[in-house]
């Protein structure tokens, strides 16, 4: 696990960025954190670490649900914020996404995990890597980096450099 605090959105870039350039095509970023926390920051840089043109505007799918952005591979940028059931996450066709040929990167992933199970996400996503990220102040952001059940891959220790 890593942890790495920011202090400023161009660091939260930079670490996405390095994130990114790890990723390989079928992973799975799960992203927790509260409103404002900085899930979509991360999430530009980590398209900018997948190969997307810097000048490329990447925006929260908050209510297109699914944007999808070609890098080196597909993006797929996912919001879960406004769904409120299983049902509605099914008819998303979600799976076809998070289990294709690209990189499948969601936000409120607290979503996928009902209260009653916490363990084990919706959908049997076994092999991912968990993002945890605090709001400290305006400016200080702390990002927890898990990969989970990746046996078979080594991350790096993320930092800002």
């Known amino acids: 696990m890593s942890l790495v605090i920011t202090k400023t959105p161009e660091e939260t870039l930079v670490l996405g960025e390095n994130l990114g350039k790890c990723l390989e095509a079928g992973d799975i970023v799960l992203l927790f954190g509260d409103l404002g926390a900085g899930k979509t920051t991360l999430t530009q840089g980590i398209c900018r670490g997948l190969g997307l043109p810097e000048g490329e505007y990447i925006r929260s799918p908050t209510f297109t649900l699914i944007n999808e952005y070609q890098g080196t ?17 099914e008819t998303l066709g979600l799976e076809e996404v998070l289990f294709g040929q690209g990189v499948a990167i969601v936000e409120w992933s607290e979503k996928l995990f009902p209260i009653d199970q ?7 996503i076994d092999e991912r890597i968990e993002v945890r990220i605090t709001y400290m102040d305006e400016c200080q952001r702390s990002f927890s980096v898990q990969p989970t059940h990746m046996a078979a891959r080594s991350f790096p220790e993320f930092s800002l450099q």
């Open 73 to 89: 591979l597909p993006i797929y940028h996912i919001d879960l914020y406004r769904l409120e059931s299983l049902e509605e996450m």
């Open 118 to 124: 916490k363990k084990d996400p919706l959908f049997r």
